[in-house]
């Protein structure tokens, strides 16, 4: 039998954290992240970060419908902590969220993804206090927030057209603050 992907224990960035046990190539899945699936509504009525000085990060968007609450019936990939310079990734595939790879991971690293938390439209200033990244990082932001989406100059319609002129987009809903994968196979 194989020597699992991780251990849990406790992290320099934050609580407790997952670290590598043996060297884990890029692109491998590594676990799926679990828990009790509710509606955004649900996940806000449980959890109520405005009065919280420390904010629950465990809630997982999947889309506009669905959020996964690690906090109940979840496993290790909620020890799994925020960096803005990550080894790993949230990746959704037909409404599952899995964590994968995305380098090449040395035994005994600490394996963190970017949460990206969603920003309501016009946060509150104390938010970037509130949800403050600790990851150490030279590229730190100082937020587990997702960056603001920066403001490019218009593109004609010719150059909109052109193959990889886009960006990935990530919704916002001022309500929410939870990570949210890219989709993978148009899956939603």
Known sequence: MRKPFFEIRPSPIHGLGAFATRRIR??????????????PSAADARY????????HV?????????????????NEARYFNHSCAPNCE??????????????????????????????????????ERRYA???????CRGTMLAPPPSRKPRRSRKAAKKPGAGSHHVAVDARRFAPRAPERDGEA
């Open 26 to 39: 890029k692109g491998t899945r590594m676990i799926e992240y679990t828990g009790e699936r509710l509606t």
């Open 48 to 55: 109520d970060d405005d009065r919280r000085e420390h904010p």
């Open 58 to 74: 465990l809630l997982f968007t999947v889309d506009r419908r669905t959020v996964i609450d690690a906090g109940v019936g979840g």
């Open 90 to 127: 949230a990746v959704t595939e037909k409404r599952r969220v899995y964590l994968e790879a995305l380098r090449t991971i040395a035994a005994g690293e600490e394996l963190t993804y970017d949460y990206q938390l969603e920003r309501g439209r016009w946060p509150p200033a104390e938010w």
């Open 133 to 139: 990244c600790r990851c150490g990082a030279a590229t």
